[in-house]
């Protein structure tokens, strides 16, 4: 077909471009932004953070979302942008790198809570259908990164207030010493 016109792939291609390197650069300012968050901020939970008054349970994590199951795929990357730490470098038991692990599980849900809206953003450039598709993208990429961040958030508050968390996701409260 001599004489048909077939549209350029850099102007078709142009609003996926834009997208993939919009969300690659909020990803790396949201990422350093909270890489500078003080510790001590990050020490306690906040209102974003903080435990819902509905009673989060590890059990229930275990059981409806199967967290257990799917939780050794997710990447993790913390240790990606200067500043980070990788989850698997606070693996001791102490007290000291436990609250650490704690503080960090505050920081990377505010990562995932920060990223969540940006599909918002691009409807700026993008028709419905690339703004459905951006939603579907930032909550399929960030919502099991938030679950994960509070089940292990609460398991670290069991083992930190002297409980031991089960695999059935209880509780179980070590023995008072005898008198």
């Not at 471009?17 to 890489?35: I, K």
């Not at 009673?55 to 913390?78: M, Q, V």
């Not at 409980?163 to 409260?173: D, K, L, V, Y």
Request: aromatic share 8%.
């Amino acid at each position: 077909m001599e004489g048909a016109h077939r549209p350029d792939p850099a102007v078709t291609s142009g609003p996926l471009w834009t997208s993939a390197l919009a969300w690659l650069s909020w990803c790396l300012l949201v990422g350093g932004l909270a890489n500078a968050l003080p510790l001590a901020l990050l020490s306690h939970d906040g209102w974003l953070t903080r435990l819902r008054p509905w009673g989060e349970r590890t059990r229930s994590y275990e059981r409806r979302l199967a967290i257990r199951r799917w939780k050794p795929l997710l990447p993790d990357a913390g240790g990606v942008l200067p500043g980070g730490v990788a989850k698997a470098a606070l693996v001791r038991r102490d007290r000291s790198s436990l609250e650490r692990l704690l503080a960090e599980t505050r920081r990377a849900e505010l990562v995932h809570l920060a990223l969540w809206p940006f599909w918002l953003v691009t409807a700026l450039w993008l028709p419905p259908r690339g703004v459905l598709i951006n939603l579907i993208f930032a909550t399929a990429f960030n919502l099991p990164c938030l679950w994960l961040q509070r089940y292990n958030r609460l398991r670290l508050l069991q083992i930190l207030s002297g409980a031991t968390p089960t695999a059935a996701g209880t509780s179980i409260r070590p023995p008072e010493p005898s008198p």
